[in-house]
């Protein structure tokens, strides 16, 4: 399934506060999600598969590396947890990285919110507008992502504008 989305991901220093201004506006929790994400050494873009106990995907995406709500272009692919799936990607492409994370997962409407703990580099929250059946603009979605950029009063240093990944594989200067 392809998707357009606008996202940002912000470094704070806890959680709780995000989540509880989150709360004040009545999101859907989806739930408390351990995921551990493999990207693999794609030659195009990026290439993750995701294994949590919510959310399982094989995503194929291509983003904007800038420190703003930025775009992203996803190919999303659900699938039942497999093992040989995983094994066939690490055989054919071999591993890039690997990223451990718990995440909380919200929803308002199509914006998804993540309050993630990663390990290895601390607490972040992301917010995703996101649009499957092409009913909004890239301008819509972005304009969706800075009215929460707005709400949480998120200051422009604790913008990331690197992936989890890219942080992992030393991009130290954006943790």
Same mark, same amino acid.
């Given at each position: 399934?392809?998707?357009?989305n606008?996202?940002?991901?912000?470094? =704070?220093?806890?959680?709780?506060?995000?989540?509880?201004?989150?709360?004040?506006?009545?999101?859907?929790?989806?739930?408390?999600?351990?995921?551990?994400?493999?990207?693999?050494?794609?030659?195009?873009?990026?290439?993750?598969?995701?294994?949590? +106990?919510?959310? +399982?995907?094989?995503?194929?995406?291509?983003?904007?590396?800038?420190?703003?709500?930025?775009?992203?272009?996803?190919?999303?692919?659900?699938?039942?947890?497999?093992?040989?799936l995983?094994?066939i990607?690490?055989?054919?492409?071999?591993?890039?990285? =690997?990223?451990?994370?718990?995440?909380?997962?919200?929803?308002?409407? +199509?914006?998804?919110?993540?309050?993630?703990?990663?390990?290895?580099?601390?607490?972040?929250?992301?917010?995703?507008?996101?649009?499957?059946? +092409?009913?909004?603009?890239?301008?819509e979605?972005?304009?969706?992502?800075?009215?929460?950029?707005r709400?949480?009063?998120?200051?422009?240093?604790?913008?990331?504008?690197?992936?989890?990944?890219?942080?992992?594989?030393?991009?130290?200067?954006?943790?």
């Amino acid at each position: 399934m392809k998707i357009k989305n606008c996202e940002f991901k912000a470094k =704070v220093g806890s959680i709780e506060q995000y989540e509880a201004l989150l709360l004040k506006l009545g999101p859907e929790f989806i739930g408390t999600d351990h995921q551990v994400d493999t990207y693999f050494s794609a030659p195009t873009g990026r290439l993750k598969l995701r294994e949590g +106990n919510i959310e +399982n995907a094989l995503i194929d995406y291509s983003r904007e590396d800038l420190p703003d709500s930025k775009r992203s272009d996803v190919i999303l692919y659900p699938h039942a947890p497999s093992e040989a799936l995983k094994h066939i990607l690490i055989r054919q492409l071999g591993i890039k990285v =690997v990223v451990d994370k718990k995440r909380k997962i919200y929803f308002i409407g +199509n914006v998804k919110f993540h309050f993630d703990e990663v390990d290895g580099l601390g607490s972040f929250i992301e917010v995703e507008a996101t649009d499957a059946e +092409n009913k909004f603009s890239y301008d819509e979605l972005k304009e969706q992502c800075d009215h929460y950029y707005r709400y949480f009063k998120i200051r422009k240093e604790q913008i990331r504008q690197f992936s989890y990944s890219d942080m992992l594989l030393g991009f130290p200067e954006f943790r």
